[in-house]
């Protein structure tokens, strides 16, 4: 089973809706990450937090916000989606970010269907 | 530009036969490598991982690494129905992850 857990397992929305995902891991990792992936593609790095403090965003649209309250919490709020964000959403967590063996644990997903 | 390169497949193999899944590399600032298996609707779960030129083991797994060549493999032995899935190289520069698009693997009973 996998430590890192992620809530909701799907989710539909409405375009105008607004809703979240939510991420937990209790390893003691310093390092979460939201991946982004369709399907037959790899998983696309969407945000990466590090000590709690937004790190890396890949350009991501501002319909997916991210929020990171404490070392064991993940959130990546959504508002006014389009239908081609319809996704699997996984987040993944990682000792630390900048060591060699730095390993990513990813949770089972979110699938979001936007309607 | 950091990139991961690997054969989509799919690949086939008869149950009990040596799998063998490729990946190269264009970074040479990579430092570590690991390979993912994702079943079709469930999330990557690790294999294993490599940093050091050369092989490791783990049970019926083997990974490769040769940084000359900027190549990474997995073999996988006696392989069974339920390794069918993708199987996902990753690279890692220590402060990011880039994933190969994978390869698809499907074992014949």
């Known amino acids: 089973d996998t430590e890192v857990t992620q809530t909701p397992k799907h989710l539909v929305m409405g375009m105008t809706n607004k809703k979240s995902l939510k991420c937990e891991q209790h390893?003691?990792?310093?390092?979460m990450y939201w991946y982004k992936q369709k399907a037959k593609k790899p998983p696309e790095l969407m945000f990466v937090y590090s000590y709690e403090k937004l790190s890396i965003n890949e350009s991501v649209p501002s319909r997916f916000s991210p929020e990171c309250p404490n070392s064991s919490l993940l959130n990546l709020h959504l508002h006014a989606l389009q239908p081609e964000d319809s996704a699997l959403y996984l987040c993944?967590?990682?000792?630390?970010?900048?060591?060699?063996?730095?390993?990513?644990?990813f949770g089972e997903g979110s699938w979001l269907t936007v309607v | 530009q950091k990139e991961v390169e690997q054969n989509s497949g799919p690949l086939s193999v008869p149950e009990g036969a040596i799998a063998s899944l490729n990946c190269t590399y264009s970074d040479r600032g990579s430092q570590s490598f690991f390979w993912y298996r994702q079943y079709s609707g469930k999330s990557p779960e690790l294999i294993m991982f490599i940093y050091s030129n050369g092989d490791k083991e783990d049970g019926r797994f083997t990974a490769q690494l040769n940084k000359a060549s900027q190549y990474v493999s997995l073999l996988i032995r006696d392989s069974q129905p339920s390794d069918s899935a993708t199987y996902l190289c990753a690279g890692n520069t220590g402060n990011q992850f880039y994933f190969g698009t994978g390869t698809s693997l499907t074992v014949i009973p």
């Open positions: 993944a967590s990682s000792s630390r970010v900048g060591q060699m063996s730095n390993t990513i644990y």
């Open positions: 390893m003691g990792h310093r390092a």
